[in-house]
Nanobody
Framework: QVHVTQSGGGVVQAGGSLRLSCVAS????????MAWFRQAPGKEREFVAS????????NYAEFVKGRFLISRDSAENSVYLQMDKLQPEDTAVYYC??????????????????WGQGTQVTVSS
């Protein structure tokens, strides 16, 4: 069992920055892959960014490239999402997720086994 705990988020004005943190604990596999998703009201959960422990590969949704950066601290089994140049359309509940295969390019929620509790990010115009 893997437990995923996330923190961060809040309210920021357009153009501002926020940083989300996520820690995986419990039975953490060496091939663990971690990702961030988001879900806005009335919309489906969508992929934001991912990081695979093996090879350190990253993947980003097109709409966040150049603005968001996913990074890791392998010693702490943690990943972070630095969000810059935030826009009102980035407003959503952000979720951290983990999966045990470590395959690159996983972008669908069903491909992830463990989820954080979600954290609200609100960007005002």
């Amino acid at each position: 069992q893997v437990h995923v705990t996330q923190s961060g988020g809040g309210v920021v004005q357009a153009g501002g920055s926020l940083r989300l943190s996520c820690v995986a604990s419990g039975r953490v596999f060496s091939s663990l892959g971690m990702a961030w998703f988001r879900q806005a009201p009335g919309k489906e959960r969508e992929f934001v960014a991912s990081f695979t422990w093996t090879g350190g590969m990253t993947n980003y949704a097109e709409f966040v490239k150049g603005r968001f950066l996913i990074s890791r601290d392998s010693a702490e089994n943690s990943v972070y999402l630095q969000m810059d140049k935030l826009q009102p359309e980035d407003t959503a509940v952000y979720y951290c997720a983990a999966e045990v295969t470590g395959f690159a390019g996983l972008t669908q929620p069903l491909e992830y086994d463990y989820w954080g509790q979600g954290t609200q990010v609100t960007v005002s115009s």
